[in-house]
Nanobody
């Protein structure tokens, strides 16, 4: 049973924008933390941004000021607005839910930023 479904990836040029979406089941969307991770070829998966159920957000230093995470409670969806994209943002982006240690992952969506 798929519980996290990402969409919105694609190929863009440096400086352009993309918005990723993560549709979650109601049970998963109520998790304490919802976030986005990414994994570039040959690198470890890293946290990009996360949003806590209270609405507080955290960002990796590399994306601060360019990316914004948000959630639409009516749609059980988490978004990642990515602006001023750079080639180093190229990766597979994964939606993540963490409810006090119970972790769920989406299947990932590819983002490619060309220079």
């Amino acid at each position: 049973q798929v519980q996290l479904v990402e969409s919105g990836g694609g190929v863009v040029q440096a400086g352009e924008s993309l918005r990723l979406s993560c549709a979650a089941s109601s049970r998963i969307f109520s998790s304490n933390f919802m976030g986005w991770y990414r994994q570039a070829p040959g690198k470890q998966r890293e946290l990009v941004a996360r949003i806590i159920s209270t609405g507080s957000t955290n960002y990796a230093d590399s994306v601060k000021g360019r990316f914004t995470i948000s959630r639409d409670n009516a749609k059980n969806t988490v978004y990642l607005q990515m602006n001023s994209l750079k080639p180093e943002d190229t990766a597979v982006y994964y939606c993540n839910a963490n409810n006090y240690g119970v972790v769920s992952w989406g299947q990932g969506t590819q983002v490619i930023v060309s220079s």
